[in-house]
Structure formats: C-alpha cells, structure tokens
C-alpha cells in the first residue's frame, strides 16, 4: 500500500473472481484490478469489509457486483417501461382507464361518485 497527499493505491495481489449474470450466461473472469482510491473511500471500504466480516477484496468484489446487478435490474425496468409508452394498442387502454375508474367509484365508502358521468370531459 502507497500513501501519497492526494490518493491511496490499494493493490489486490491475488487474483479475483468475478461472477457475473448477464442475460441468463454466467461466467467467471479472473482479473487483478488496481485501484486507485481516495483516503476516504479507503478507509469507507475498510469500514464495510470488517463490519461484514470481509477481507477487503471479497467486500469490493461484492460491492462491484451489487452495483452491476442493480444497473441491470433499472436497464430492465427502463425497457419494460419505455415497452409500455411504446404500445400504441389505444383500446386496451382506454378499456384499462375504464376498468380503473370503474374501480375507484365502486370502492368507496360514501355514495359520491369520484368520476361522475355527467364531469366527464370537463374535470376527468
């Protein structure tokens, strides 16, 4: 471990596998990694390593991972989304709107209406 004013190089000696899941293909890749870190990310990653009981390799590793998977997981969640805006199937969501205020009226515990017939078009 070098320690100069500005950065701290941290340096795993051994080799790291690395298991990543991407479209339902696992593989492993071992790599050494160098990295460069600030005196507070060092002392951040120490900090995690012995509250989970972790050597400081296996914490990053599983801190690398957590971040990909999670990129993943929004990459997903954006494309199911963007599908959704991107159906142009007009009646099967005017039949949903229709269901849902269909819904919200008759799950109400007074009789006043949310969406009354006679608003629709002016305040609905």
């Known amino acids: 471990m070098i320690e100069s004013k500005n950065q701290c190089n941290l340096v795993f000696m051994r080799s790291l596998n690395l298991s990543l899941s991407y479209n339902r293909i696992k593989s492993t890749i071992p790599m050494t990694l160098t990295l460069n870190l600030s005196p507070e990310l060092k002392q951040y990653l120490l900090q995690e390593a012995?509250?989970?009981?972790?050597?400081?390799?296996?914490?990053?590793?599983q801190l690398l991972t957590n971040s990909i998977l999670l990129k993943q997981k929004q990459a997903e969640a954006v494309n199911l989304i963007q599908s959704w805006i991107d159906d142009e199937d007009e009646s099967e969501q005017q039949e949903t709107g229709e269901y849902l205020i269909h819904a919200l009226d008759n799950d109400r515990l007074s009789e006043r209406k949310l969406f009354p017939v006679e608003m629709k078009g002016i305040t609905w």
């Open 50 to 61: 012995n509250q989970h009981g972790l050597s400081v390799e296996a914490m990053a590793l």
